[in-house]
């Protein structure tokens, strides 16, 4: 297995589907889309579903009956106007997300899982289910997975970096060889924070930026709480996102 990553969608590289493409893709938005989704989707959300665009949201909601959809909705770390819910992992609490479609659009996140849709395999990561997520990896072998980091509008993150690097220890740990710089730069940033990844997530840009929005200390713990699920969120169709474990 070889492991690259790509600090934001628009590095990752065209011909996603081609003979130098991936066999897996893994999308990152620590601070704080795949946490959230990890965290509905093991309180017993039906599904995720990621949206880059608004009105696209807006149009598949209409489909759904109230009682079974919320709108998750966050822009500038806000939550949307409109929305049930923000981008928060401690807002999809099991009496609000049992049995329900997540209709899911975030500042980050969604893009990058828009990017790698067409991928025959794409999960979802964040640090608390970065073990759950290797041992799927490390089970079903393909020759090529690409992390896909979500940065901060198109910019280098920190904590998605983190993130990264936690999984590659894992992986590399199983016999993965490390496939670019970038990968090589994120295990040496995990070396180094692995001891306290919270203090990193709050030194980092986004962290900051939240701090600035109010208090998000709830946040800050959960995103940076290592291997605490065991829920693999995998693409099963394009955009959709369910639970799987392993």
Request: aromatic share 4%; net charge negative.
């Amino acid at each position: 297995m070889k492991v690259s990553y790509f600090h934001v969608a628009a590095e990752v590289p065209e011909g996603i589907n081609g003979p130098n493409g991936p066999d897996a893709a893994v999308v990152i938005d620590v601070l704080r889309a795949t946490t959230t989704i990890a965290w509905a989707l093991h309180n017993g959300a039906e599904a995720v579903q990621a949206f880059a665009d608004l009105d696209e949201l807006r149009a598949e909601a209409r489909s759904w009956p109230d009682e079974k959809r919320l709108l998750v909705g966050e822009r500038g770390g806000s939550k949307l106007n409109g929305f049930d819910l923000g981008n928060s992992p401690v807002s999809v609490l099991p009496e609000t997300v049992q049995g329900k479609r997540l209709l899911m659009s975030t500042t980050n996140g969604t893009r990058s899982l828009h990017k790698v849709r067409e991928v025959s395999c794409v999960l979802t990561m964040a640090l608390p289910n970065r073990l759950a997520v290797a041992q799927r990896l490390i089970q079903d072998q393909p020759q090529h997975v690409w992390m896909v980091g979500s940065g901060w509008e198109g910019t280098y993150s920190l904590e998605d970096s983190l993130a990264a690097g936690a999984l590659a220890e894992s992986l590399v740990a199983s016999g993965a060889t490390i496939a670019n710089d970038e990968m090589q730069a994120a295990l040496a940033l995990w070396s180094q924070w692995k001891g306290n990844p919270e203090a990193c997530l709050r030194i980092a840009s986004h962290g900051q930026r939240l701090i600035g929005l109010g208090d998000h200390d709830a946040d800050f713990q959960c995103c940076a709480e290592l291997d605490k699920l065991s829920v693999v969120p995998m693409q099963v169709e394009p955009g959709v996102l369910r639970a799987t474990s392993c």
